[in-house]
């Protein structure tokens, strides 16, 4: 079994910048890829960026610019920092893993979520 622990989420003013965290732990062979995605209600959850095992970047149009992920493959950690927020941003972020198993195959995994409120 694989968690993910996010952090970083909370409150801010327009134009400000906020750091999620997501932390992996647990027993598995490596993390492929990792992502964030962000939902609010009423809404289906959508992209925002994802980054491979090699460091290929891909973000939604949205946050092109403005967001940049990151991970540390040695602390199993990945990071997304959100710069230049706007209300608009604002939603639950979301963590998500594909997970190569001790058993060799993979899985995908999600965080509980962390909140992002943007303030105008």
């Known amino acids: 079994q694989v968690q993910l622990v996010e952090s970083g989420g909370g409150l801010v003013q327009a134009g400000g910048s906020l750091r999620l965290s997501c932390a992996a732990s647990?027993?598995?062979?490596?993390?492929?890829?990792m992502g964030w995605y962000r939902q609010v209600p009423g809404k289906q959850r959508e992209l925002v960026a994802t980054?491979?095992?090699?460091?290929?970047?891909n973000y939604a149009d949205s946050v092109k610019g403005r967001f940049t992920i990151s991970r540390d493959s040695n602390k199993n950690t990945g990071y997304l920092q959100m710069n230049s927020l706007k209300p608009e941003d604002t939603a639950v972020y979301y963590c998500?893993?594909?997970?190569?198993?001790?058993?060799?195959?993979?899985?995908?995994?999600w965080g509980q979520g962390t909140q992002v409120t943007v303030s105008s």
């Open positions: 647990g027993r598995f062979f490596s993390i492929k890829t």
């Open positions: 980054i491979t095992s090699g460091g290929e970047t």
């Open positions: 998500n893993s594909v997970v190569l198993t001790i058993s060799f195959y993979d899985m995908t995994y």
